[in-house]
């Protein structure tokens, strides 16, 4: 068995080459959930960028920790694109529609085994072969602050680019056709229609491919450069790993933590967190324990003993006796305070024994299985409420979103149509406020039960701090079982101990004295 440190991470692995630990996100820049692309690669590239759509500045020059930035274009791109503000200004301008899909974010964690050169041409190497050459732009950021966690922000657009470097449409409509190939029309006179994409960047199963093509890149990396450490994009559950994900944490909240004010989704990670590093803890002792019982059956068989296995409680008895003898060489006053200490000891195992019912390696085995079940039936259960417990942060995030901007919304709808310009100044004016509320009634309106009148803000919350302490008993529970098995490896240390001197005085003269000349 050998440890590693990866991205902050200490992994241990067995023979072979070792894993590392694989970090690739992606994520939609989106006007309505209240985002700008160009605040998105002013923040990435730690720059100061006006967006021209909304007049907002967003100065991150005081941001630290950028160690490489760079734009790659496609063949046909506008060489003025190479500056980040004209690049992502014609972005915003081209894209007209209140919730427009502005830019796509992948996030990656670079290998720390690989030099800053290397880092930087591999992600050069993985944004030429994956978007450049299929017509996006690129704008990727290297963001290092000396933490071990060096990793690539990606910013790709999302609207084709034509042979002038003019952008081209998206995607088109055409209409709907029946089984004799007429178009349908409806209702209203109108002509049935749906969209088709013209690019297949929006597809699903890119998703997979992106992020299969960044291990297979990364890896031969790390082999170039001589490293053993590897990285595998499948999931958690693909690989058989039990641990709980952490939630995203998003840029305001890392930032408030980084101030030391305590936030609901680092709460929940930090829960997390403890809760994974008790159920490794718990898993170790319980593969060591399975081993030692599996050696035990092992010399069972061996011996082809009776089928009733050896009584637990006797073998305990016999290390008391064991132990009383072996400290008959040391002073009295030890010799007594040793006895007391290991007497305590072996009542409480075999109060333990007793009240789980646990006689024989058989009976111990079972006890193990029973520990190992309810830790996980706990680490589901803390699973289940980890996602209800995100749902409830988003409904009150967005709840709160509507009712603070319901009445600049409110006060637009007294603004009739036919006002014009008095209309449009107040749109303008509000535009940022507008955008958000537009996005939290579109949320609140896809994830509420319909019919749904009222934000039930208060009774969300309450749901909320109720699962966080439903959480931390369950973790209580946990460090529970963790004392459970510490016990159960205490009993197996003793038994261990007893047995070495049982066999010792079965072996026959003659055997006690070749072990002597050896």
Request: proline letters at 3%; hydrophobic letters at 35%; aromatic letters at 6%.
């Amino acid at each position: 068995m050998q440890a590693i440190h990866f991205h902050g991470v200490l992994l241990t692995v067995s023979g072979g080459d070792t894993i590392a630990i694989y970090h690739c996100s992606i994520k939609i820049v989106s006007r309505g959930k209240g985002k700008s692309a160009v605040a998105a690669a002013a923040y990435r590239a730690g720059e100061k960028l006006t967006n021209e759509w909304d007049g907002l500045t967003h100065d991150y020059t005081r941001k630290g920790g950028v160690v490489h930035s760079e734009i790659m274009l496609p063949p046909h791109a506008p060489p003025s694109f190479s500056d980040r503000s004209i690049l992502w200004n014609s972005v915003e301008q081209i894209e007209k529609s209140n919730n427009s899909q502005l830019a796509r974010e992948i996030e990656i964690a670079l290998p720390v085994e690989l030099s800053r050169e290397e880092q930087t041409r591999l992600v050069r190497e993985y944004c030429s072969s994956q978007f450049v050459s299929k017509g996006m732009c690129a704008d990727f950021n290297i963001h290092d602050t000396g933490n071990g966690n060096p990793h690539a922000h990606i910013l790709l657009t999302m609207r084709p680019l034509d042979e002038k470097g003019t952008w081209a449409a998206k995607s088109k409509k055409e209409y709907v056709l029946d089984e004799n190939g007429e178009r349908v029309k409806l209702p209203s006179g109108r002509y049935k229609t749906r969209k088709v994409d013209l690019m297949d960047w929006n597809r699903q199963e890119n998703a997979d491919l992106w992020r299969k093509a960044w291990a297979d890149l990364a890896n031969d990396y790390l082999e170039r450069s001589g490293s053993a450490e590897r990285i595998d994009h499948r999931s958690h559950a693909e690989r058989g790993i039990e641990e709980l994900p952490t939630v995203h944490m998003g840029v305001a909240a890392s930032q408030m933590e980084k101030k030391g004010i305590a936030t609901d989704k680092g709460e929940i990670n930090r829960m997390i967190q403890k809760t994974n590093r008790l159920m490794r803890e718990i898993r170790g002792y319980i593969d060591e324990l399975r081993e030692w019982l599996a050696e035990v059956f092992r010399k069972k068989k061996e011996l082809q003993a009776a089928p009733r296995s050896p009584d637990i409680a006797t073998l305990l008895t016999k290390y008391l006796s064991v132990e009383r003898e072996r400290s008959r060489k040391y002073s009295v006053s030890w010799q007594q305070k040793h006895s007391a200490s290991e007497l305590q000891k072996i009542s409480r195992a075999i109060v333990y024994l007793q009240a789980k019912g646990v006689a024989t390696p058989d009976d111990l085995d079972a006890a193990l299985s029973a520990v190992d079940g309810r830790a996980k039936a706990l680490k589901e259960s803390v699973k289940t409420k980890e996602g209800r417990m995100k749902k409830l942060q988003k409904l009150i995030e967005q709840g709160g979103h509507y009712n603070r901007f319901k009445p600049v919304h409110d006060e637009l709808k007294t603004l009739k149509n036919g006002w014009g310009k008095k209309r449009e100044k107040f749109e303008r004016e509000h535009e940022s406020d507008l955008i958000i509320w537009n996005a939290a009634n579109r949320y609140l309106h896809a994830n509420l039960p319909e019919g749904t009148r009222s934000l039930d803000i208060s009774g969300w919350q309450r749901e909320y701090n109720e699962l966080k302490a439903q959480t931390a008993a369950e973790y209580e529970e946990l460090k529970a079982a963790r004392s459970e098995v510490r016990e159960l490896q205490q009993i197996r240390r003793c038994i261990d101990a007893a047995e070495r001197c049982e066999q010792q005085e079965q072996k026959t003269p003659q055997q006690k004295k070749q072990d002597m000349e050896l």
